[in-house]
């Protein structure tokens, strides 16, 4: 509990100040409510003052007594409040600006010494203007709590569409569970469900529209199926009557009605106490609704779903309350104050949706068992790791953090009374819903949704995988039926396939699972799925890797594909991934291809300015260099800039330090990096600003752009240039002042993705990070915290602890023995291992560069595509491209080709096939005069799986020959189809 010493809003009644002015607050926030104070309508306006006295006081402190205070920086951010003690001195320590944003209120608080009295409260800031709010003395003492009970649900919701503090919604929800549950202050809406501050009524009290069922993945995704709850009365409150917890969200409003709900998987229940006569009423903006008054059952289906809930149905609804009612209108009134309901859903059917609540929520279930099952599911993933000597701050942040982690993904299945099922989000079908039954496909097995890969498998996925590896192969199976079903894994899944963000990143995302022994998973369809998102271009923009049927052959993806670079990039991570899995499942000809072709990413590197840059088709740069700006935003970039590009290449950052010219020059590139500041307005092909480009200005790093996930890896970089200090002083800048404002519903500085700027937290604040992802291997770090120990699925414990003080470490070692690289294997951390970190106030030279996927000192040099020229007829062959293909007149042709200058040794060559008759047997032959042929390869039985697919085939020993001819023996028709034929040789 606080107790207050001192306090003033600078309301009627309150203190009243001995300097500045009251006034009506902000005229303008992108996050807060215009014109009001953080609390209250009045805010105190300082401009410029030079160590002014505020209040006198008299006010003895004790152990736990803190200064705090809310400020709103307009111009400046030099700005405190300071405490005049008994002696004349201030408070100990001082502030960092950069802990501040501008234009945004801020939670400020400070230790007061022991024993001392406080005899003024004085503001400093002589270059600054702005507002201040709720200044107050008060005794905060630690509390002893669980994991789970540190979580605040409303952290990151102080945000809106212009700026984000996470762009999260109380979620109150069981683990990667059916529903979520959430207090809605626009009920109109898909997008911003809750905020936080900002839709504050004209008293500048937050206001609820009312409870809602939702399903949102992200604002900028959209909500569906929701269905909102609605008792009857004023529903204005102030946050510190509010309850927001994973396992219960409870509220009382300032006209005495309380309403408290608990979660399950598919089912909630509801608990409302109401000043007098209970009404609860429901709404759907597109759905329906009927209630029964004699029985108190309510019944309904909601259709609502975003632009992008793609693959969305209908969804059923069944609830019942406690008691009989009358009917009123779209509700039910009752004759006591005090009234439950039970309520659950499907994706099915009504049938199933009430078999859910009575599996989930039987009658005569307790608010308080739903409640404690819940929580106890939340305790039993948060309580898996433990922390020491962490602040209250930090142990809210942490465990939050875990929270939205493991919010994500859902799942989409349940339990019938023929096994589990699901609705399919990615088989059309046209079938209509009724008001009982959905139209959608019912399929057998599990079905996971909600997730945007591009934001996740940075983060969320290793962790999955190091914390709950069980669970991860679940998740994974749940996705693998989405290939199942409907031929691919979504990009962005919300619940099908959405059209949105670069890369098919669950390739990678589950080939690091797997080589990190994840399994529980059928990992050869997850191979499939991966190979096929590599390999054949898609039918359609929502699924697949965009410009693949030129990226293949050119090595590059050219302009013709929007924002080709940062495809092109991704496509290498994920094409590293690939590799490594195919490896390990004893497919080394696949994965000397895709190693090679992880490797494109040199192709996209303009030599002339140092920056990675998009090429038209025919191979010239976008931008001459006198023209390329790599702040501008856009184009060939997703979300970022040409700065933010220039080190996404985590897979192998030796090859990209000898691109730049070595180690030294990758760390001189990265210390520019972090020196040259974000203006937010260079915008580029966007045209105007978009609120990434406020969030990294504000972020403060440089060009660093922590606000989004494209950056996220880039600190931890400064381990390739053989210099982890650097990334140690940037990571912890990062976690000391980007994480804050817990408690006034902030916490992040720019979108919370579906758990991945919460586990870059958790990775980070543990001295981990999976940088190389695709590979079983973490960089280290310097820990937060001086202990955490972590309880590992398999029953083992991974201890990290740290000693002495400062950001920088300065010696490790692993199980009792000196660990001088800076990296660590997942097999070490899962078998159980120690970790002893000394920390120091300076730079060491602690710490040995990564593996890399290439080494030396010399760029990497991909195989290429070997030129050279056939007959004309056999042109479309060898145009770079499996849009185009040639039907043979026969199922067994041979085709020459002529190498054009010195023949470099061929080590791979590929076939696509085309939509005909598919090749099944061949051989490869070489030959110097185009009259004694060797044989260099030869393939039966092979298979095609899928029209227009690259296919590769690794010769068993490199060969260089003037020409090469193949000769198909067998086919899977009459005619051959062929759309590509590329011979992929090395420099000689």
Sequence with gaps: MTADRFHSSFEEGDPVPLAGAVGTGPSRSPTAKAGAGFTGLRALRYERPR????????VPAGEHTELSYVVFPEDGLSIAVDAELDDGSGLPGTLDPKTLYPNQWNL?????????????????????????????????????????????????????????????????????????????????????LYEYHRRNDDANR??????????????????????????????????????????????????????????????????????????????????????????????????VRSGLSAGARRMFVYGTFDRPGRRDGKGLAFDTSTVSLRIATSLISLKQAKLNLDAEIPAGTTFEQVRDNARQAWQDLLGRIELDGATEDQLTTFYSCLYRLFLYPNSAHEETP?????????????????????????????????????DTYRTTWPAYALLTPGRCGELIEGFVQQYREGGWIARWSSPGYADLMTGTSSDVAFADAYLKGVRGFDVHAAHEAALKNATVAAPN?????????????????????????????????????????????????????????????????????????????????????????????????????????????????????NLFGGRAALESKLDTFFATPETGLNTGSYRGVIHEMTEARDVRLGQYGHSNQPSHHIPWMYAFAGAPAKAQAVVREVLTRCYLGSEIGQ?????????????????????????????????????????????????????????????YVQDLRVNGTPHEESWISHDVLTAGATLEFTLGEQPSGWGTPPPSLT??????????????????????????????????????????????????????????????????????????????????????????????????????????????????????????????????????
Aim: aromatic content about 10%; proline content about 8%; charged content about 25%.
């Design 108 to 192: 400020v608080r400070r230790p007061v010494p022991s024993g001392r009295t406080v005899r003024a409260i004085v503001l400093d800031g002589p270059d600054a203007t702005g507002w201040l709010d709720d200044v107050r003395i008060a005794d905060r003492p630690p509390r002893r709590q669980d994991p789970v009970d540190r979580v605040r649900t409303t952290r990151g919701t102080h945000s809106s569409g212009e700026f984000s503090r996470g762009n999260t919604f109380p979620a109150t929800a069981v683990p990667h569970g059916f529903n979520f549950w959430t207090p809605v202050t626009d009920a109109s809406s898909t997008t911003w």
């Design 855 to 988: 080494e030396g000192e010399h760029p990497p040099r991909p195989l290429t595509d070997l030129a050279g020229h056939a007959r004309p007829d056999l042109a479309a062959l060898f145009d770079d491209t499996s849009r185009t293909q040639i039907t043979f007149d026969s199922a067994t042709p041979a085709i020459e080709y002529t190498v054009d200058g010195p023949p470099r040794p061929v080590e791979i060559y590929t076939l696509t096939s085309g939509t005909g008759g598919a090749p099944t047997s061949w051989i490869l032959e070489g030959s110097d005069d185009g009259q004694r042929w060797s044989e260099l390869d030869r393939r039966t039985d092979e298979t095609f799986p899928w029209p227009r697919q690259t296919r590769p085939f690794a010769l068993a020993r490199p060969a260089a020959h003037a020409r090469y001819r193949l000769r198909f023996t067998a086919s899977t028709k009459r005619k051959l189809s062929l759309a590509q034929w590329e011979l992929l040789a090395g420099e000689g």
């Design 541 to 657: 923009r929502a699924v697949g890797r965009k410009g693949l049927t030129e990226s293949i052959f050119l090595g590059y993806t050219p302009l013709t594909t929007p924002e080709g670079l940062s495809w092109a990039l991704e496509a290498c991570v994920n094409d590293f991934g690939l590799a490594n899995l195919a490896q390990a499942l004893g497919k080394p000809g696949e994965a000397k291809y895709f190693r090679q072709r992880a490797l494109h990413y040199v192709h996209h590197f303009d030599e002339r300015i140092s920056f990675f840059q998009g090429r038209h088709r025919d191979g010239r740069w976008r931008w001459a260099p006198d023209k390329y700006d790599p702040a501008r935003w856009g184009s060939d970039y997703t979300e970022t800039d040409g700065w933010n590009m220039a080190f996404s290449v985590p897979h192998d950052g030796n090859g990209l330090a």
């Design 51 to 58: 160590r002014a006295r505020l209040f006198d006081v008299d």
């Design 206 to 303: 937050t206001r609820l529209a009312g409870f809602a069922l939702s399903h949102q993945p992200s604002p900028w995704m959209g909500d569906r199926h929701t269905f909102l709850i609605v008792p009857e009365g004023d529903l204005a409150f102030g946050h510190e009557h509010e309850t927001d917890r994973p396992y219960h969200y409870g509220v009382r409003f300032d006209g005495g009605l309380a309403v408290d709900l608990a979660p399950a998987d598919h089912a909630a229940l509801f608990r409302f106490a109401f000043p007098d006569k209970a009404v609860v009423r429901f709404s759907c903006k597109k759905g329906g609704v009927r209630v029964d008054a004699k029985t108190g059952e309510v019944t309904g289906y909601t259709s």
């Design 747 to 807: 916490g992040y500085p720019g979108d919370e993705d579906n758990g991945e700027m919460s586990a870059w937290y958790v990775f980070a604040s543990l001295g981990l990070y999976p940088l190389s992802v695709g590979s079983p291997v973490y960089v280290l770090g310097a820990p937060l915290f001086p202990r955490a120990e972590i309880a590992l699925e398999n029953g083992k414990r991974l201890v990290i602890t740290a000693t002495g003080s400062g950001p």
């Design 418 to 454: 023929s096994g589990r099922r699901h609705a399919s989000p990615v088989v059309r079908r046209r079938w209509p819903s009724t008001r009982k039954r959905t139209g959608a496909k019912v399929v057998d097995g599990p079905m996971s949704v909600n997730n945007g890969f591009w």
